[in-house]
């Protein structure tokens, strides 16, 4: 049982590059989420999906785009990275109802230059 | 709007005994929880506990446990018995809870305490 996978685990872009995250879960789960973590701080949400077909923005969506391909695979695409999305992005996924805890991907570390 | 507070920084224990890791909160629902999860050096995030404001006692899950005042606003992580791989960062979060009490579960996240275990 795999949990959250993600791929790819680093990568290294120069700015006005784009490119995709890409994460899969194979609980099952309806709710998925992408998270960054910048040095010395907690996670901050970026985009969510409660379900199949849906999508929201979270706490910092500029500058990020994301597509639920269906209900096991979220991904995340920087259109045009710039250095200050220089970040550890971390994916996760839940039931969707009262609080489940989130399982997490083991994250994305990505430098932009 | 919620808020989630961490103030400790760093916080140093020695090894089998207990340690108090701090987190307040401010939200505006009546009905709300708290997650707490643990963050080794190798980065993945691991849960360790959770407990809603409807809950009548505190939660426990082996060596964890869970200190929740409400009046303090305060849900504190209790780890007994500390070992040397205790050692991490550890976040309190708290997920969103939409009206009707159907929680998206997006959660907010604190800055986080790193917990250093010494022999």
């Known amino acids: 049982n795999a949990g959250v996978t993600q791929t790819p685990k680093f990568q290294v872009l120069k700015t006005g590059q784009s490119m995709t995250l890409q994460c899969a879960q194979d609980?099952?789960?309806?709710?998925m989420y992408w998270y960054r973590q910048d040095p010395g701080m907690g996670l901050r949400l970026i985009y969510y999906?409660?379900?199949?077909?849906?999508?929201d923005k979270g706490e910092v969506p500029n500058g990020y785009n994301v597509s639920r391909l269906n209900k096991r695979e979220f991904s995340l695409r920087l259109e045009s990275a710039a250095p200050s999305q220089t970040s550890v992005y971390f994916c996760?996924?839940?039931?969707?109802?009262?609080?489940?805890?989130?399982?997490f991907g083991p994250g994305t570390r990505l430098t932009v230059t | 709007a919620q808020k989630i507070t961490q103030t400790q920084p760093g916080m140093f224990v020695q090894e089998k005994e207990a340690v108090t890791l701090d987190c307040t909160y401010d939200?505006?629902?009546?009905?709300?929880?708290l997650f707490w999860y643990k963050q080794p050096s190798s980065g993945e995030m691991i849960f360790l506990i959770y407990?809603?404001?409807?809950?009548?006692q505190n939660a426990t899950e082996g060596r964890y446990s869970l200190n929740f005042q409400k009046a303090r606003k305060s849900a504190n992580l209790v780890i007994s018995a500390s070992q040397l791989g205790d050692s991490a960062m550890y976040f309190c979060?708290?997920?969103?809870?939409?009206?009707?009490?159907?929680?998206?579960?997006?959660?907010?996240f604190g800055q986080g305490t790193i917990l250093t275990v010494h022999p």
């Open positions: 996760a996924s839940s039931q969707t109802g009262v609080p489940y805890e989130q399982y």
């Open positions: 609980m099952n789960h309806n709710s």
């Open positions: 999906s409660a379900s199949e077909g849906t999508t």
């Open positions: 939200t505006s629902d009546q009905s709300y929880g």
């Open positions: 407990q809603g404001s409807y809950d009548e």
């Open positions: 979060a708290m997920p969103y809870w939409r009206a009707g009490g159907t929680s998206y579960g997006k959660l907010t």
